[in-house]
């Protein structure tokens, strides 16, 4: 089955980090460009981090800049997401995005939960 799953959402206190993996079972990995997004409740989806094919580049939200880290590794077709010093406000669900092109779609994780407590 064609899919992404992310892990490695908790419960954390303010201050504290995390490491999220997406795994990808898709084809053609090494070629798209991989993102994680958050959702807030009552918040839009947005962008936190992006990772080019192609060793990069790579492209951060402002609000995450120098706290969090994107990386790959297409030999294992993976994706991760390191969280440091981590605030109330990164409080959300965290989905791992692939992109398609016009030959293959794209794919999202079903999410996973990060919590931040004061």
């Known amino acids: 089955q064609e899919q992404l799953v992310e892990t490695g959402g908790g419960l954390v206190q303010a201050g504290g980090s995390l490491r999220l993996s997406c795994e990808a079972s898709?084809?053609?990995?090494?070629?798209?460009?991989m993102s994680w997004y958050r959702q807030s409740i009552g918040k839009e989806r947005e962008l936190v981090a992006t990772?080019?094919?192609?060793?990069?580049?790579?492209h951060y939200a402002d609000s995450v800049k120098g706290r969090f880290t994107i990386s790959r590794d297409d030999s294992k077709s993976a994706v991760y997401l390191d969280l440091k010093n981590l605030k109330p406000d990164d409080t959300g669900v965290y989905y791992c995005?692939?992109?398609?092109?016009?030959?293959?779609?794209?794919?999202w994780g079903q999410g996973t939960q990060v919590t931040v407590s004061a």
């Open positions: 995005k692939a992109e398609g092109s016009a030959y293959y779609p794209t794919y």
């Open positions: 898709i084809p053609k990995f090494s070629w798209r460009t």
């Open positions: 990772f080019q094919a192609g060793g990069g580049p790579v």
